[in-house]
């Protein structure tokens, strides 16, 4: 893939989680990220695995999943793998590329440092999550609309990532 410097800044620049970070900062934190590839049908890692890292998907497509239960699916621009750098636990779903895929991959400790320089992105990063949660609940309630049941609570907190 190899990027340029200046590809690198216009695709980091229009991820949601680096939004409203300036250029000079934005092109920094853009050449650490290193490139990878994936073939299609490649799984980027595993439920259940430890992650130090998170992956921005500059083309292809992924699915998150639980085993065979597909949970989404993320096209260009996406963010994944952004809880476990935060929070330690296991990766909570898989990653699996629908087709090949390219990806910028940011490491906890570059995570960190940039939000140490830049504490805007942990903002942005909390936005992601708070979304991501709002879209889970919505699922959930339409599940117990369609079902006519309450899910027990503990299922709904796991759910919720409560």
Known sequence: MLLTSVDRLLFVRAVPIFQELRDDFLVRLASIMDELSFPARHTIFTEGQ??????????????????????????????FGEMSVFDAEPRSASITTIEACECLMLTQQQLYEAIEETPGIAVNIIRLLSRRIREQNIKI??????????????????????
């Open 50 to 79: 430890e992650g130090r890292s998170l992956y921005i998907l500059v083309s292809g497509r992924v699915h998150v999943h639980v085993g065979d239960r597909e949970l989404a699916r993320l096209d260009k621009g996406a963010c």
């Open 141 to 162: 309630n339409e599940l117990q609309e369609t079902s006519g049941k309450r899910l027990p609570i503990a299922i709904h907190e796991k759910l919720s990532g409560l």
